[in-house]
């Protein structure tokens, strides 16, 4: 990251994954043009409220860290077409998802979701909808459908299997 922070303007892709991170660096904040940022394979658990100020990113690479709860920070992103939040431990989506207009490709694979906010409707750019390993299973599929008709949602079938 330090050869990035020389010429800050110019950084439209960040990859910080891998890092062992607790929390996104303070210096992050400098790369005003970021399109593309990589958090995945970390340990974080939030994000920044000066996340916000990355107005231009249209990717965000969650996955594998340690996020209890969505960051709401995110429903503010105005160019967000990419969110991975894969393999956290997140419980639900917040109603705010709604906002998140261009938001075309949504994974939340093993999560432990358990149910979509109606709000989602109103994401009519999201084409690809990952709900696999969550706890929405194939019998969710037709009412998800009736609320999200252009998209293509993974979901898993589930275990019939008795417990």
Known sequence: MAEALKNPQEVYWLDL????LTHVPDAVRKFTNLRIIS??????????????EL??????????????????????LPKLTV???????????PPAIGGLQNLAILDCWDTMIESLPPEIAQCKSL?????????????DLPALMALLPNTEIQVTFGCSCNK
């Open 17 to 20: 994954s891998k890092q062992r």
């Open 39 to 52: 958090l995945g394979k970390n340990k974080l658990q939030q994000l920044p409220a000066w996340f916000a």
């Open 55 to 76: 107005t231009h990113l249209t990717e965000v690479t969650l996955t594998r860290n340690k996020f209890n709860v969505f960051p709401g920070v995110l429903c503010t």
């Open 83 to 93: 969110l991975k939040i894969d393999r956290n431990p997140i419980a639900a989506l």
């Open 127 to 139: 084409r690809h909808l990952d709900l696999r390993n969550t706890k929405i299973y194939k019998t």
